[in-house]
């Protein structure tokens, strides 16, 4: 995990930068501001969503060539707009009884922090802010349409819209220093990164989302391939992950992108090796429920073989 260790140093100074600042936001948005900023600063809690939204820049420092403090700056606005967009997420996904008044809140004091930090870096007239809009309309779509047109099934990359405004980082590095013959290709990398790394969070969150009815790519796989206008209960995913082993298909998906990534040669090595660890991590998950399979299968066996000696 050399992407993310080599910056650990560099991410508790961006994450102290945003706490100073959520420090001064008015009572009782800054106890809820810092508790919120603490539980996604990837340094104190492991969390691939949160590796790639405060870590992109570090990623394309490289191949963008923008300097040590730009490549800061970025983060630190890339964290506040990840702490935003986190807010935004987290109220359409659970609509929560109470509190939402200070996370709506909260989310727009974080979102001028952001923009606080982005005018810094961008004039108005900067092709950036046509960018920044392109990329929330994305998302504002992909949050909007993607169970409507069932995007993992008839266009699995646009599954990473969710997460598209990450790209800000990358493209903004890419505009401080006029390589922008790089940005439609690293949008493509990132696409593909934010597609898998989906994969793996739908993965973890297919029970959460059955109960909730939330869009789940994994469980979209399952339904697609039962008869129309059946109910996909617990029990029939269950199946389909550890009996069916739909799994196998779903991470040649995710095998299938790091063949894409690798070929696109955008430039950012860490990226990819980034992605390699979701991979990893998938393949993971399917050998082992492969190898529990044939342990209970075998297990079976033997119990029926013992029967039959008695």
Sequence with gaps: M?????YTEAL?????QAEARITLFPEPLNRIGLAFADKFNPVKHESGKDYICSLLPFWVKE???ISESECEQLTLANVYGMLYFFIQDDLMDHAPASHWKEQLALGNLLMLEMFRVFRGLFPSDSPFWTYYHQYVTTWSDSVTNEDRQDYFINSPIRTAGKAGPVKIASTGALLLTGRVDLIEKLENAIDIVLMTLQMSDDYADWKEDLAEGSYNGLLAMIAAERPAGTALTEKDAENAIFIRGC???YVQLAIDNHKKLIALEAGASELIDFHGYILNHLNHVSETIDTNKQLLLKGGFNYF????SI
């Design 12 to 16: 508790e100074q961006v994450y102290r």
């Design 63 to 65: 191949p963008s060539g």
């Design 305 to 308: 073989l013992s029967k039959q």
């Design 247 to 249: 799994m196998n298909g």
């Design 2 to 6: 050399e992407w993310y260790t080599r």
